[in-house]
């Protein structure tokens, strides 16, 4: 009888406690206790650090970009960039089928941002996270008490795992890996913007602020819904997903990554 995946969760917490990130993120793709993974990034403030862990580790793996339609310019432009000069091999892009449908006028987020979240986002990473058994997230203890208590694994269904090897970073850490392994940054954190999401729904943080304060400012809503277990955030008109599609690659083929690319810091947990 397999595992309870609470038990797999459990061990793998147990095994991996005093690793640093990168090794967590070694070992959670090689793991049989964790199964097939894929790396699913927002290509925001901080995504690179992870994107460029993967592509040394495992430049195979599958990344996941959940293209909402609502994004800002500067994120299609970044992800692009970051495709390219990371060779990301397996990148697939995300997007909700028939959005005119649900939401025609692109004005949803402003009377129902939930429903929003779970249009644009929730339901299109479900359906794409189909045959995975466990997906990388970028999540951090420092980004906000709803984070405080993360452990590298977690269970979200009974059927699938999420894995945090940055959980126990703090910007320092971020900062540190960026400057180090001279990784590019997103254009929008140089202008207030620690934390990126969709356009709407995006304003800079002020000095001293939480770093997710700009997203749904003067709203409850702190999530999106993608972190939360079993869909308690999908309400509203939900949209079927369309067919991922495999990201462009550029007419002169893929920058190669410079030899001495790999992850320079570990940091222990």
């Known amino acids: ?11 793998l917490n147990d095994r991996y406690r005093h690793h640093a990130a990168v090794a967590v993120v070694e070992h959670a793709l090689r793991d049989p206790q964790v199964g097939q993974v894929a790396l699913v990034s927002s290509f925001g403030a901080e995504s690179v650090v992870l994107l460029h862990m993967v592509s040394v580790l495992a430049p195979q793996t599958p990344v996941l970009f959940i293209d ?3 994004l800002f310019p500067e994120t299609l432009d970044y992800q692009r960039e970051l495709a390219r000069t990371l060779d990301l091999r397996d990148l697939r892009v995300i997007r909700a089928a028939d959005l005119a449908r649900h939401d025609p006028g692109d004005q ?11 249009l644009r986002k929730t339901a ?9 058994s466990a997906w990388i997230t970028g999540r951090k203890r420092y980004q906000g008490s709803t984070r405080a208590a993360l452990d590298f694994f977690e269970v979200e269904t009974p059927t699938r795992m999420k894995i945090n090897p940055l959980a126990h970073w703090g910007r320092a ?14 254009p929008l954190v140089a202008r207030g913007y620690p934390s990126i999401g969709c356009a ?3 304003s800079p943080v002020r000095a001293g602020e939480d770093p997710r304060a700009g997203r749904w400012r003067g709203q409850d809503k702190t999530e999106c819904g993608i972190h939360f ?3 308690r ?19 002169d083929g893929p920058e190669k990554r410079p030899e001495d690319s790999t992850p320079r810091r570990e940091r222990v947990a």
């Open 68 to 70: 909402t339609a609502l």
């Open 200 to 202: 709407p729904c995006t």
């Open 233 to 251: 955030m999908v309400r509203g008109p939900v949209a079927p997903a369309a067919e991922p599609e495999p990201a462009p690659t550029p007419a």
């Open 229 to 231: 277990v079993n869909g």
């Open 108 to 118: 949803l987020h402003r009377t129902d941002p939930d429903a929003c979240c779970a």
């Open 173 to 186: 850490d971020i900062e540190d890996y960026m400057v180090e392994n001279r990784l590019p940054r997103h």
């Open 1 to 11: 009888m397999p595992e309870a995946i609470d038990d797999r969760v459990r061990a």
């Open 124 to 132: 299109p990473l479900e359906a794409a996270l189909a045959g995975f």
